[in-house]
């Protein structure tokens, strides 16, 4: 994780998770345009989950696919409850999430580079948000699929959380889990999203001590 690696915006952060590649900028907050969209008490998030045509392996096309403007709204959901949108009334903040390298999970490191970048732009936040992706292989609940691991498996459950606050603010089932799958799951989801938070906080002392240092 890099954060700062972008000049013309707010805030911005790389992820590289296995062969997972992203960036992310954050414009705002900034005035509404047009005028009509603006909130009169808090501020208006925006996301903009995009693959770049050569981030997967068969052609994508440029248009937005369903597929795009679901992530979209869920990357969007997952970051929302962290973020104090009332300090800005009447202001957007738009956070963009370009996949430059797709190998399965580009939801959960979109959102944790998504945090970071809104964390760079200054918006203050209740907590980060981390996530990450629980899978099921041959019985066996595991973390983090890649995409061969993702197209055979029997389960993926992407979880986004809070990780100081201890709350979720992401949880989706792609597949079969039974109960106590569900249970064991999200315990090892927090397990890697501590780790996950442990590399947010490192890339951000990073950048402070970059910026001192200038
Ligand atoms: P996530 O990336 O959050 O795991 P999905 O489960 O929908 O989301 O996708 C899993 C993986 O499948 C993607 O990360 C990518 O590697 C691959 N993939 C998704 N859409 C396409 C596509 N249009 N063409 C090729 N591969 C794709």
């Not at 690696?5 to 005035?31: D, F």
């Not at 009332?86 to 957007?92: A, G, L, R, S």
């Not at 019985?139 to 061969?148: I, R, S, Y």
């Not at 889990?177 to 990073?206: P, W």
Request: hydrophobic residues 40%; glycine residues 8%; contains cysteine.
């Amino acid at each position: 994780m890099e954060v700062g690696i972008l000049k013309n915006c707010s805030g911005s952060a790389y992820i590289e998770q296995g062969k997972t590649k992203i960036i992310v900028a954050v414009h705002g907050p900034r005035e509404a345009h047009p005028k009509h969209l603006a909130l009169p008490d808090r501020a208006l998030l925006r996301t903009r989950y995009h693959m770049a045509p050569f981030s997967t392996g068969e052609r994508k096309s440029p248009a937005p696919t369903r597929r795009e403007i679901e992530l979209t709204k869920v990357i969007r959901e997952a970051l929302e409850p962290s973020l104090l949108l009332e300090e800005f009334p009447k202001t957007t903040i738009d956070v963009f999430i370009e996949v430059l390298q797709a190998d399965a999970g580009t939801r959960s490191a979109g959102v944790t580079a998504a945090s970071l970048a809104l964390a760079e732009a200054g918006i203050p936040m209740r907590d980060l948000v981390a996530a990450i992706a629980v899978g099921k292989i041959g019985g066996q609940l595991v973390l983090d699929l890649n995409e061969e691991e993702d197209e055979h498996g029997q389960a993926d459950m992407p979880v986004a959380m809070m990780p100081n606050l201890n709350r979720i603010t992401l949880l989706q089932l792609n597949g079969r889990l039974t109960k106590e799958e569900i249970v064991t799951g999200l315990t090892l989801a927090q397990k890697g999203i501590g780790k996950l938070y442990e590399l947010q906080r490192q890339a951000l002392k990073s950048v402070v001590e970059k910026n001192i240092g200038e």
